[in-house]
């Protein structure tokens, strides 16, 4: 087709200049970044409730006093994990206070 439209005209390549190529190392090492110097934060409060209860085996029989320390101000919660935990070793558990500390 270029043959119909041009004649026998030869073409010249395109010219490409070549791509000069950086030398880049094979590995570069990177000094370890020191570690930034952190300030001490003081512990926030953290509300604390301790639950008395009276836990037992035996229906009226022996009970003993347990102590549980929740992370909560909710007195409701606190009961409520105190109990939780103790029904797992004692068969009947009864709430005696909920203070907080």
Known sequence: MRQA????AEVAPPLVEPAIKETVPDSVIVPPAKPAARKKVAKA??????VHLRVGNE?????F???H???????LLAEQEAVKLARNKF???????VKSM
């Open 69 to 75: 320390e929740a992370d909560t101000l909710s007195t």
């Open 65 to 67: 006093e347990m102590t």
């Open 5 to 8: 439209l041009f004649g026998n």
């Open 91 to 97: 068969r009947y558990v009864e709430v005696v206070s």
């Open 45 to 50: 409060f953290t509300p604390r409730l301790r």
């Open 59 to 63: 229906y009226e029989g022996e009970t």
